[in-house]
């Protein structure tokens, strides 16, 4: 009689069960690294719009766009005499406001000023800004939410909510909802 040679079930069945535990312990650790990679992202573009509106106040005449598009096509009837050949401030991406990273993405522009020089700066300035970011799907692509202002403050709610606003569209860092990212 012929041995044959190959695994018995017993022998696959332990090494089903081994790569079950593997996938128990890596999965959950995989899934962390995600919703922390859509967070850091999201904090990434929510500074790379404080900084763009600065730049974008100082070619405007000291004010803040409240059209999110236009800082994407500055040189579109937004800045007067902008030069087409210069840059841009973010990226279409970032202008469209569409959900990136895991994150649902919201812009809201101040209150116009009294008196604008539309020689120089957008008609649809504004004197101040909030940029908000909040999870798509809270627990799954992100755990925190987060906000930035035209005072340059970045913050975060703990459970994924919009952060407080209060006066003329800035964040309210004395509400549990908006705690300092340093």
Do not use: H
Request: charged share 10%; hydrophobic share 35%.
């Amino acid at each position: 009689m012929k041995r044959q040679k190959g695994f018995t079930l017993i022998e696959l069945l332990i090494v089903v069960a081994i790569i079950g535990i593997i996938a128990a312990i890596a999965i959950p650790s995989l899934l962390r690294a995600r919703v922390s990679a859509n967070e850091s992202a999201t904090i990434g573009d929510i500074r790379t719009v404080i900084s763009a509106q600065a730049a974008y106040q100082s070619a405007n005449g000291g004010w803040y766009e409240g059209t999110f598009l236009c800082l994407n096509a500055p040189f579109a009837g937004c800045i007067p005499s902008y030069p087409t050949n210069s840059p841009t401030f973010i990226d279409s991406q970032l202008a469209s406001l569409q959900s990136k990273s895991g994150y649902d993405r919201s812009f809201d522009g101040g209150s116009s000023p009294t008196s604008i020089n539309s020689n120089i700066s957008s008609t649809s300035s504004v004197t101040s800004y909030a940029y908000w970011a909040t999870p798509t799907s809270p627990g799954q692509t992100g755990v925190r939410g987060f906000a930035g202002d035209s005072s340059g403050i970045l913050c975060f709610s703990t459970n994924g909510a919009t952060a407080a606003v209060t006066g003329d569209i800035g964040l309210n860092t004395n509400d549990a909802s908006c705690n300092v990212l340093q």
